[in-house]
């Protein structure tokens, strides 16, 4: 079976609604995959866990990776896939106040789109094939995550098919095979039943050439085929930097090559463009659809490996044809909404209680005192978002927390069935902090706990400075604490 890791899912702002695609974006992936498990069997493994495994080997964890970098990740992979994200929303809402003349200065310099917008970059390494490619998204921030999905789940072993390519279309076709192979070529695509036009140099009065080479790296509107390189991300991306960002990869590049794949398909009236280069040991495949001026496949790697460029030619044109793993818009929909309920453990059929403590303050300071309600908070905000739950009363949890635990320090089996039979409890969330010594940064640890199979089940342990990165240690304690308990339920289904 195979395995898709789910890396790290950066984002740059504390704009909530980023937060939200990071955290919302894994799960739906692997609801997706799950939904189609007759057809396409794989498993998804969380950031958190990945993050582990990376810990484990002493190799990087981060969004974008340098291709050294992905070399050293395979022993990791074990023949997976890596998908990783950067995650940017632009609120003009959150604009600071000033002058209304600069307001439209800078919105005319900018030209960024009045409403909530969210950019995602997502990046996927096959470790089996060796190859990278990169999606870059521009939605609204409530369906970015299901188009985030959308594009991930056509990913198979050395191909991309977004929607097959069906017998009665219209294809344009540019193959640099000789005149005689190439009437071949055409007559097995009329038999297949597809109208066919064939591209000659006049045909090309309004594309410019340069942009559609017949290489194995090309770019359209969402999706390109490069290696991602290791770059340095601010922290915190400013309006000037979105508005860099829209016009390079919203306006120019891909727009302008979406006009001209539109007005090829009216010119020659096609639906498709078919790139088909059958010749030596690597032949490919493209396909972009001249109506929406995208491209929806591509492909390197063939089951037949014969030097017959007839056969090389047949096997290509079955691949197009093939209907691979999609879900419909409705259904995607439907799984980014939806919300596991967390009550398989519960003999009533209701949803399962979960006693989420206030974390326990051991920094011996008064300065760090809020943190520990914070981080209980972030941890219930994080789940609401996720599950359908019922938490037990905050101040009854608590109190029978400070007498049976110690302040954390007494996790015995006795204590935690103790607080189980007390609160009626079927999961147990809690954490500590405290100051390193060493250098004065805040130190969280959260446990997660299956009062009713006995076991911790999760949680983690990070560093932070004691700045504005300490909130989003908080956001990563939250959400680690949602895939631990998510990667468990799903587990048990």
């Known amino acids: 079976m195979p395995t898709t890791y789910v890396g790290a899912i950066a984002y740059y702002q504390k704009n909530p609604a980023a937060r939200e695609i990071a955290l919302r974006f894994p799960i739906a ?37 340098a291709p050294a970098d992905y070399q050293l990740l395979k022993d990791v992979l074990q023949g997976g896939s890596l998908v990783t994200a950067e995650i940017r929303v632009y609120d003009p809402d959150e604009e600071e106040d000033e002058d209304e003349a600069k307001k439209d200065d800078k919105k005319a310099e900018s030209s960024l789109p009045e409403e909530i917008t969210a950019y995602a970059s997502l990046y996927h390494y096959n470790s089996t094939t060796g190859e990278m490619h990169s999606f870059f998204i521009t939605a609204h921030p409530e369906v970015a995550v299901r188009e985030m999905v959308r594009y991930i789940l056509p990913m198979e072993n050395g191909r991309y098919l977004l929607r097959p390519i069906a017998t009665k279309s219209s294809l344009a076709i540019l193959s640099p095979l000789d005149p005689l192979s190439l009437n071949s ?66 306006k120019e590049f891909p727009q302008r090559l979406t006009a001209q794949l539109r007005a090829l398909g009216k010119k020659v009236g096609a639906h498709y463009l078919v790139v088909l280069q059958p010749f ?49 818009k409705e259904e995607l929909e439907q799984i980014v909404a939806e919300k596991d309920r967390v009550s398989a453990q519960r003999d009533t059929g209701g949803l399962a209680r979960v006693a989420i ?47 049976l635990f110690a302040g954390g320090k007494n996790l015995t089996l006795k204590t935690l069935q103790a607080f189980q039979t007390e609160l009626d409890a079927d999961y147990l969330i809690l954490g500590f ?61």
Not at 46 to 64: D, G, I, S
């Open 357 to 403: 403590l206030d974390f326990y303050d051991r920094t011996r300071s008064p300065l760090y005192n809020w943190l520990s309600v914070s981080l209980s908070s972030a941890v219930n905000d994080s789940m609401q978002r996720i599950f359908e739950f019922e938490r037990t009363e905050e101040k009854k949890s608590n109190e029978a927390g400070a007498k």
């Open 433 to 493: 902090y405290s100051l390193n010594p060493k250098n004065g940064n805040v130190i969280i640890e959260s446990k997660v706990y299956d009062l009713v199979k006995k076991k911790e089940i999760g949680g983690k342990v990070l560093e932070s400075t004691v700045d504005v990165q300490l909130f989003n240690a908080v956001d990563e304690i939250a959400s680690g604490v949602v895939q631990d308990i998510l990667q468990m339920t799903q587990q048990g289904k």
């Open 280 to 328: 030596g040991k690597h032949p490919f495949a493209r396909g972009f659809d001249l109506r929406r001026g995208e491209l929806v496949w591509r492909q390197d790697q063939f089951a037949e490996k014969s030097d017959n460029p007839g056969l090389r030619i047949a096997a290509m044109v079955s691949e197009m044809q093939r209907v691979g793993p999609q879900i419909a």
């Open 29 to 65: 992936l692997s609801r997706a995959y799950a939904r189609l498990q007759k057809e396409y069997r794989s498993k998804v493994v969380y950031p958190n866990q990945f993050r582990k495994l990376c810990q484990e080997k002493n190799l990087p964890f981060r969004a974008v990776y």
């Open 185 to 250: 070529v055409l007559t097995y695509l009329l038999e297949w039943g597809y109208d066919v036009r064939v591209l000659g140099g006049n045909d090309f009065g309004m594309l410019d050439l340069s942009r559609l080479e017949l290489l194995r790296e090309i770019q359209t509107v969402n999706v390109s085929y490069y290696t991602p390189e290791e770059t340095i991300v601010p922290a915190a991306a400013e309006e000037r930097e979105f508005a860099q960002l829209f016009q390079e990869k919203v």
